[in-house]
């Protein structure tokens, strides 16, 4: 048996479309003014979840301020566990009005997840962009349905999932007739992550991975792999240097408080602080914000 993970007869059969045609292929994926893919490295940042209606807008504004081009929120949030409580509540449609919010105010374009295939008519009027969580990466109903709208996809790794099964499943977005992917690694099991002190591994080497075999844009979520304040900043730089198009990142103004993962958060200084060091080390290898 061959250890080898994507074969020539892949690239032919069965990821046609996810595999790049030459060395130089690459896609951009435009989202508002930010180009997934392009020269910049783009800065998608926000809260896990969709809170209430100040805090999105007043997050909007923070965020801004520090140099994203693409604010995040959610209003539909899957859960481990089936019972929610006032902390874990999903504001649905109330929450996707409020991200509509977001950009008629800040302009910022906005990434929200879509849990259902029967929701996507629905998110697609508000959101800029579709998001595809980890545990929904090989939903394939999901995929075909967003394969069909009209707004881009950021199609989450599952931590679990080969780059095989993660470019088969961009394949069926390609498919269904939308061109517009966005790759995101968000951290993959490893034994070791049953200790407390990390919940997933961000494997760094994956980006090269999508670089060699996919024209598709990759990014880094340092938030939701790690699941740790202080671990953040650190896997945000690592991941501008090994040459990831972009970044998802949880900023709360309160983030102990935060409704969903108040662990991993940053506060706005702190993101701000992050934003400098990332403008430094874009400068020093030609990948401006
Ligand atoms: C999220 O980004 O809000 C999220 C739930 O992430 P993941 O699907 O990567 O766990
Ligand atoms: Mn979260």
């Known amino acids: 048996m061959t250890l080898k993970d994507i074969t020539e007869s892949d690239i032919a059969n069965n990821i046609p479309l996810a595999s790049k045609k030459n060395s130089d292929h690459r896609s951009q994926v435009k989202v508002g003014d930010a180009v997934f893919g392009g020269e910049k490295f783009v800065v998608i940042a926000g809260p896990c979840a969709v809170e209430n209606r100040e805090q999105v807008l007043d997050i909007a504004q923070a965020v801004k301020k520090g140099g994203a081009t693409v604010m995040r929120g959610g209003a539909f949030k899957p859960m481990t566990f089936p019972y929610r409580n006032e902390k874990t509540f999903q504001l649905e449609e109330e929450g996707l009005r409020y991200l509509e919010e977001v950009r008629q105010t800040s302009g910022l374009p906005v990434v929200t997840e879509v849990l259902d295939p029967r929701d996507v008519e629905m998110v697609a009027k508000y959101a800029d962009m579709f998001q595809i969580g980890a545990r929904n990466m090989q939903n ?53 992550t049953h200790e407390p002190t990390s919940r997933f591994i961000v494997d760094i080497q994956v980006v090269l991975a999508v670089r060699e075999y996919s024209h598709l844009p990759i990014i880094v979520d340092p938030s939701h792999s790690t699941f740790k304040r202080t671990y953040v900043p650190g896997i945000a730089k690592a991941a501008m240097a090994v040459g990831a198009d972009g ?43």
């Not at 679990?160 to 269904?176: F, K, N, T, V």
């Not at 103004?253 to 080390?281: C, H, K, W």
Request: hydrophobic content about 45%; aromatic content about 6%.
């Open 247 to 289: 970044i998802i990142m949880d900023v709360h103004p309160v983030p102990e408080q935060a409704a969903i993962d108040p662990l991993q958060a940053l506060s706005y200084p702190t993101f701000e602080n992050l934003m400098g060091e990332l403008r430094s080390i874009g400068q020093a290898i030609g990948r401006p914000i």
């Open 140 to 192: 394939f109903p999901l995929l075909a349905e967003v394969g069909q709208a009209s707004k881009p996809v950021l199609l989450k790794r599952h931590f679990g999932c080969s780059l095989r099964d993660w470019l088969g499943a961009a394949e069926y977005i390609l498919h269904h007739g939308n061109p517009n992917v966005v790759l995101c690694e968000r951290g993959v099991t490893a034994p070791h």
